[in-house]
């Protein structure tokens, strides 16, 4: 059955008694040092939990694995040099969702996202999260919607960057709700994070994984999530379901992939030792500190999940009327 969009939150880490590791410290793979490409900077957590997993495959398969930092391009360097590998098991991408957005954000990219690349699971996820200067005279959702409303035109929302997700997840909320709402890009979480507090843009939407740390430290006021459920760590954040918005459900995930054409053998004993990984508690504690929640996938799924999301995005920048990027 092909996972529906609007819950693929909810999935928890596939039951994993009945999939058998794949053989200890194998002989026949890797036959040569495996090139993991990560389209972001390193330190971050889509970074981190990369590695984590990274570390975990040596210590079953043995071999070698080499973590490849190519954050420039807004992800689509590293998509393109990971579309153009041999697909050997021996190239390995984490994606994000850039990889579903940019197709739409930027023109003439020398990949496509659904022909290109063979899915193996999705990793985590961490919803988006609205929130606010403590000052704002708004306690919810419904109030923020009412003060916009009288004033339209005055107030802005931040975002990490024109075409982020978390723009998108802003820009769906803006146009379901009719708000004169002004967008304010941002170069990342932190500069996003630090003009809210201080009061330049009044809103911002972002994953809740970049907002945790100011929103325990009671700098940002959380008014929702849009996850389908309310987060494990952050339970007291309403969802935007509860607010009367059921369709602002959206997310930041993380996944991995092959380049297209890779035998089915070899995505299955990834796909697999992930499951068993992300399932560990260890790893689901790991995520949890990070605001991620673990979320795994077959690779039928998460492609259904690419092709439907490439389309989701799409009418959202078109309806937005959010222009192309050069790359």
Same mark, same amino acid.
């Given at each position: 059955?092909?996972?529906?969009?609007?819950?693929?939150?909810?999935?928890?880490?596939?039951?994993?008694?009945?999939?058998?590791?794949?053989?200890?410290?194998?002989?026949?793979?890797? #036959?040569? +040092? @495996? $090139?993991?490409?990560?389209?972001?900077?390193?330190?971050?957590?889509?970074?981190?939990?990369?590695?984590?997993?990274?570390?975990? %495959?040596?210590?079953?398969? &043995? !071999?070698?694995?080499?973590?490849?930092?190519?954050?420039?391009?807004? &992800?689509?360097?590293?998509?393109?040099?990971?579309?153009?590998?041999?697909?050997?098991?021996?190239?390995?991408?984490?994606?994000?969702?850039?990889?579903?957005?940019?197709?739409? %954000?930027? #023109?003439?990219?020398?990949?496509?996202?659904?022909?290109?690349?063979?899915?193996?699971?999705?990793?985590?996820?961490?919803?988006?999260?609205?929130?606010?200067?403590p000052a704002l005279p708004a306690a919810n959702v419904r109030e923020l919607?009412?003060?916009? *409303?009288? =004033? +339209?035109?005055?107030? =802005?929302?931040?975002?990490? !960057?024109? !075409?982020?997700?978390?723009?998108?997840?802003?820009?769906?909320?803006?146009?379901?709700? &009719?708000?004169?709402?002004?967008?304010?890009?941002?170069?990342?979480?932190?500069?996003?994070?630090?003009?809210?507090?201080?009061?330049?843009?009044?809103?911002?939407?972002?994953?809740?994984?970049a907002a945790a740390g100011s929103i325990k430290a009671g700098s940002l006021?959380?008014?929702?999530?849009?996850?389908?459920?309310?987060?494990?760590?952050? =339970?007291?954040?309403?969802?935007?379901?509860?607010?009367?918005?059921?369709?602002?459900?959206?997310?930041?995930?993380? !996944?991995?992939?092959?380049?297209?054409?890779?035998? $089915?053998?070899?995505?299955?004993?990834?796909?697999?030792?992930?499951?068993?990984? @992300?399932?560990?508690?260890?790893?689901?504690?790991?995520? #949890? #500190?990070?605001?991620?929640?673990?979320?795994?996938? =077959?690779?039928?799924?998460?492609?259904?999940?690419? *092709?439907?999301?490439?389309?989701?995005?799409?009418?959202?920048?078109?309806?937005?009327?959010?222009?192309?990027?050069?790359?």
């Open positions: 059955m092909p996972l529906a969009r609007r819950d693929f939150l909810r999935i928890a880490a596939a039951a994993t008694a009945s999939l058998p590791a794949w053989p200890a410290r194998s002989q026949s793979y890797p #036959a040569r +040092p @495996v $090139r993991i490409i990560v389209p972001v900077t390193a330190g971050g957590p889509v970074d981190v939990i990369t590695r984590t997993i990274v570390q975990q %495959l040596f210590e079953r398969w &043995g !071999g070698q694995f080499h973590v490849e930092n190519l954050p420039t391009g807004a &992800g689509n360097v590293a998509a393109a040099i990971a579309a153009k590998a041999p697909a050997d098991g021996h190239t390995v991408m984490t994606v994000t969702t850039a990889l579903v957005i940019n197709p739409s %954000l930027y #023109a003439n990219l020398s990949y496509d996202p659904v022909r290109d690349f063979a899915p193996i699971t999705l990793v985590g996820a961490s919803p988006h999260v609205l929130v606010a200067h919607i009412a003060l916009v *409303k009288d =004033s +339209p035109g005055k107030y =802005s929302y931040a975002s990490p !960057g024109t !075409g982020q997700s978390g723009q998108l997840a802003g820009e769906m909320f803006r146009l379901e709700c &009719g708000l004169d709402l002004v967008h304010v890009p941002f170069n990342g979480a932190t500069p996003t994070i630090t003009s809210t507090i201080a009061g330049h843009t009044q809103i911002a939407f972002m994953s809740l994984a006021r959380a008014l929702a999530v849009t996850s389908a459920r309310r987060s494990e760590v952050f =339970s007291e954040i309403p969802t935007m379901a509860e607010a009367g918005f059921p369709d602002q459900q959206s997310a930041f995930w993380q !996944g991995m992939v092959f380049p297209a054409g890779i035998s $089915r053998d070899i995505t299955d004993r990834w796909y697999r030792n992930i499951v068993q990984i @992300v399932a560990s508690p260890e790893m689901r504690q790991r995520l #949890a #500190a990070m605001s991620f929640e673990p979320v795994t996938s =077959s690779p039928e799924d998460f492609g259904a999940l690419i *092709k439907a999301e490439v389309q989701r995005w799409r009418k959202v920048i078109d309806h937005a009327n959010i222009k192309k990027l050069d790359q």
